[in-house]
């Protein structure tokens, strides 16, 4: 049985100040700003630049309420306030979108694990072509910090006499990456900066893909499987004594490691998530010394979880998996460990800011909203949960439909943004703005 929405009606003045808001929404200042945001790069752990910009530009449209948080000399986070004389009446509310991007850009880190070249959309270039824009990030994350930016201006704008406090908030580190060339930075490691340093909101929305409103979102578990062998000389006879493979086996295996995904996939799914998995590397060797065989091979996997399951609970399955995987096959010589681990994070579905994104959905949308396409996507929503800030995740469609080739294959740079899609998003994000920062705190269960 579908969810339905909790209806709440708007006065008529919050009917007026909606439109307002959205009137000032200007969507040739929202694509200019997406193009600047495109060509400032910020790989994982090199936001700085991006995060200094984007301060100064919320400071020159806000009214001088625009912030940099250093967190080293390489990255930091920045946030924005609109606010007015009745703000403390009101709940704090966070628009909130990463600023990093997945690829470094570089061909010699990225290529050809990318693919042969850096296609358009996976290079911090913007280009335009008509109601598209193209460049690393574009779509995600960066048409969401433009688009959030834009909703806090409109509404700063239109002078809205909010009884709460907007906060626009963005940080580094978002991507699921854990860089080494950046002091291992990702996995969410901005945003706790963000919240653990100030920024205490009553509630969040995060922006991110799919056109649809989310209440939890999964976390996410890395292993690495260790395949041994010996080390090996191609020029020696293959009847040398000892002499043992890691490559061979490790080909063995993989096909049954991701047997065992599909069924941990679908044994773990719940309410709106699929714990998805993939096996994402594989890794043997030397790129110098080919004349060597190597005695490790590793196999590298991710597997989502949901908010109901520990890590320690994903742990046990997975040793549970390798133990029956090595019952099968015990010639093979291989162990395991997990390397990083995010646990899911939710929010009740009843909870106001996801009714109230809900609602502004189905404002936008015109039919009720139901219950979402499930998904396994993980976002610094999970974290910002866990940290215990209620959170409704809205998105728009990705990729849009009309997304001209190559860049609808895989998803590349996340870089083609679509203009309407974000203008949709948006329309459904004023509403839960106006929604809930025009209301007392005892209106929204605080």
Request: negative net charge; charged residues 20%.
């Amino acid at each position: 049985m579908a969810s339905v929405t909790r209806q709440v009606s708007f006065s008529a003045e919050q009917e007026r100040w909606y439109a307002a808001v959205r009137e000032r929404f200007s969507v040739e200042r929202l694509k200019r700003l997406l193009v600047d945001l495109v060509n400032i790069h910020s790989p994982t752990g090199a936001e700085r630049e991006l995060a200094e910009f984007l301060a100064g530009y919320l400071k020159r449209h806000l009214g001088g309420r625009g912030f940099y948080q250093p967190v080293s000399d390489l990255t930091g986070n920045c946030f924005g306030e609109v606010r007015s004389e009745r703000t403390v009446a009101g709940a704090r509310l966070m628009l909130y979108a990463p600023l990093d991007t997945h690829l470094d850009a570089a061909p010699e880190v990225d290529v050809p694990w990318v693919g042969p070249a850096l296609r358009p959309d996976m290079v911090p270039q913007a280009t335009v072509d008509g109601d598209f824009v193209i460049g690393l990030g574009a779509s995600n994350p960066k048409s969401m910090v433009a688009t959030l930016t834009e909703v806090a201006i409109a509404t700063y704008e239109a002078d809205v006499p909010l009884l709460g406090l907007l906060q626009p908030a963005f940080a580094g580190g978002g991507m699921s990456v854990n860089s080494p060339r950046r002091r291992h930075y990702g996995l969410g490691d901005g945003v706790y900066h963000l919240i653990s340093r100030g920024i205490g909101p009553d509630f969040a929305i995060v922006m991110k893909p799919i056109w649809a409103v989310y209440s939890e979102e999964p976390g996410l578990c890395w292993f690495r499987i260790m395949v041994h062998g010996t080390l090996a000389y191609a020029g020696s006879p293959r009847t040398v004594p000892g002499d043992r493979s890691s490559i061979l086996p490790a080909s063995v295996l993989i096909p049954e490691i991701d047997e065992w995904i599909k069924a941990y996939t679908a044994r773990n799914a719940a309410d709106t998530l699929v714990p998805e998995g993939k096996i994402t590397a594989v890794h043997a060797g030397w790129s110098d010394r080919f004349a060597y065989s190597s005695a490790t091979t590793e196999i590298y996997v991710d597997v989502r979880c949901t908010p109901a399951m520990t890590l320690g609970e994903v742990n046990a399955q997975f040793a549970a998996g390798m133990e029956a995987i090595r019952s099968r096959h015990p010639q093979i010589d291989f162990d395991w460990e997990m390397i990083a681990a995010l646990p899911g994070g939710a929010t009740d579905p009843e909870h106001w800011i996801v009714q109230s994104c809900r609602r502004g959905w189905e404002r936008v949308e015109g039919r009720p909203h139901g219950d979402p396409p499930r998904m396994g996507g993980r976002t610094d929503g999970a974290l910002i949960r866990r940290l215990g800030i209620p959170a409704a995740r809205i998105g728009f469609p990705w990729p849009a439909q009309n997304t001209p080739d190559p860049y609808k294959q895989g998803m590349g740079g996340m870089g083609v943004a679509y203009l309407p899609d974000l203008v949709k998003c948006a329309d459904a994000i004023i509403y839960a703005v106006v929604d809930t920062l025009t209301r007392p705190r005892s209106e929204l269960g605080l």
